[in-house]
């Protein structure tokens, strides 16, 4: 298994009961492949760098996780269909 970490942004229209559902999906998907996940850090609303799709805000999640090679490929796809997400990055992190 290999450990690689992610970090995606919700878009702030996402209500605040919706959210910790989207964050247990992409936990899910990740379990549910094999993984394992070490640490999940929500760091909450945050100002981003330059707007996106009109909008100045978001709600920054950082994950780590241990999987095999075709879970980051599958989250990715999961990313790229959900709602919400408005950028996401999934590095693989050396030891």
Known sequence: MRSY???FIIS???NDE???ALIEK???LITEKG???TNVDEWGRRKL???IDKKSEGYYVLMNFNSDVDVPH???RVYKIT???LRYLIVKVDK
């Open 74 to 76: 599958e989250l990715e």
């Open 26 to 28: 992409f936990k899910n």
């Open 12 to 14: 702030p229209d996402v």
């Open 5 to 7: 970490e992610t970090i």
């Open 35 to 37: 993984g394992e996940i």
């Open 18 to 20: 919706a959210r910790p």
């Open 83 to 85: 709602d919400g997400i």
């Open 49 to 51: 760098a330059y707007e």
